[in-house]
C-alpha cells in the first residue's frame, strides 16, 4: 500500500512526533515503531508490503526531523507515553509492531494498556551497549557524528570496519546514518537507565517476538533478545531466514510477508 498522509501530534512538554500512514487512513490497523539509527522512512519498504490490515502506521519518533526534539526530561518513559498519544489518536488498532529499541517500547506500552496484538524484531533492553556510554557521550559534546556512527556499528552492533568503510563510501547513507545517529546517545543511555521489569506485555492478548536468524544466540541483540523472551513467557518465536538486525532495510519485503503471516495467524 502507499503513503496516504502524515499527521503531527502533540506530546507535551514543547516536543511533537509525526505519524506516516499508509493504506486507510480512518481504518484500525498497524501500528510500527521503529528504534534508534532508524526513522520512518526506513520503513517505507515495509509498510508498502504489508497488506494483511488496511493501515500501517509508522511513528517517526522524537529526535528525529520532522518530529520534534528529545527534550531535557528524555527517558525511555517518555517513549512509552508518546506511544500512548499515538495510540490514542489511532484507536483501535489491530496491532503494534516495533523494532529493537522500538521492540521495547512496544512491549512496555503492553504494560500500561490493554492491546490485541504485539510484534517486537529484535527488542533490545538493558544492558545494551552500556560499555560505549562514555565514548558516545564525548563524541555528541563535539556533535562529532562521524564518530557516533563508528561507535554505532562497531562497538555496539559488532560490523567490522569494512563494513563501515562500505557505508561511508556511499555519500548519501553515511549522511543519513550521521543525521539519525544525533539522540544515539541519550537513546541508549534512557535505555540502560530504566529499571528492568520482571514481565513486559502483561496487558498484550497475544504476542510474537522476531530474530533473524543470523543473530539468533549470537551477541549483541541475540544475547539481548534472550533477555526479552524470558521477560514475555506467553510470546511465541519467529525466526526469519538468512536475515540479521538490518532486515527492515536488506529484507523489507520479507519481513512485510511474515507480519502478513502473523496476521493472518492471529484469525485461525
Known amino acids: 500500500m502507499e503513503r496516504t498522509i502524515q499527521k503531527k501530534l502533540s506530546v507535551g512538554g514543547g516536543s511533537w512526533v509525526t505519524v506516516d500512514v499508509y493504506g486507510e487512513p480512518d481504518a484500525p490497523g498497524l501500528v510500527v515503531v521503529p528504534g534508534a539509527m532508524s526513522d520512518?522512512?526506513?520503513?517505507?519498504g515495509v509498510a508498502t508490503a504489508v497488506d494483511a490490515w488496511p493501515s500501517v502506521a509508522v511513528v517517526?519518533?522524537?529526535g528525529r526531523a520532522p518530529s520534534g526534539p528529545l527534550t531535557g526530561a528524555y527517558s525511555l518513559r517518555t517513549e512509552v507515553?508518546?506511544?500512548g498519544v499515538v495510540l490514542d489518536e489511532f484507536d483501535g488498532a489491530n496491532a503494534l509492531f516495533g523494532w529493537s529499541?522500538?521492540?521495547l517500547i512496544a512491549l512496555l506500552a503492553a504494560d500500561d494498556r490493554p492491546?490485541?496484538?504485539?510484534?517486537?524484531y529484535e527488542p533490545v533492553t538493558r544492558p545494551f551497549g552500556r560499555h560505549a556510554l562514555p565514548d558516545l557521550k564525548a563524541a555528541e559534546e563535539k556533535a562529532d557524528w562521524d564518530t557516533t556512527v563508528e561507535i554505532v556499528n562497531q562497538r555496539i552492533s559488532g560490523f567490522d570496519a569494512a563494513h563501515v568503510e562500505a557505508l561511508r563510501a556511499d555519500r548519501e547513507t553515511w549522511a543519513t546514518l550521521c543525521r539519525l545517529s544525533m539522540p544515539a546517545h541519550a537513546e541508549?543511555?534512557?535505555?540502560?537507565a530504566a529499571p528492568q521489569p520482571d514481565a513486559m506485555a502483561r496487558r498484550a492478548d497475544r504476542v510474537d517476538?522476531?530474530?533473524?536468524?543470523s543473530n539468533r544466540g549470537t551477541a549483541p541483540y541475540g544475547t539481548s533478545f534472550e533477555d526479552v523472551r524470558q521477560r514475555v513467557p506467553h510470546a511465541e518465536v519467529h525466526e526469519l531466514p538468512g536475515q540479521g538486525h538490518l532486515a527492515h532495510l536488506q529484507a523489507p519485503t520479507e519481513l512485510g510477508h511474515l507480519l502478513n503471516d502473523l496476521a493472518t495467524a492471529r484469525h485461525r
Open 40 to 44: 520512518a522512512h526506513a520503513w517505507q
Open 60 to 62: 517517526n519518533r522524537r
Open 81 to 83: 507515553e508518546d506511544l
Open 101 to 103: 529499541y522500538g521492540g
Open 115 to 120: 492491546l490485541r496484538h504485539v510484534i517486537a
Open 188 to 192: 541508549l543511555a534512557a535505555l540502560n
Open 209 to 213: 517476538l522476531i530474530v533473524g536468524q
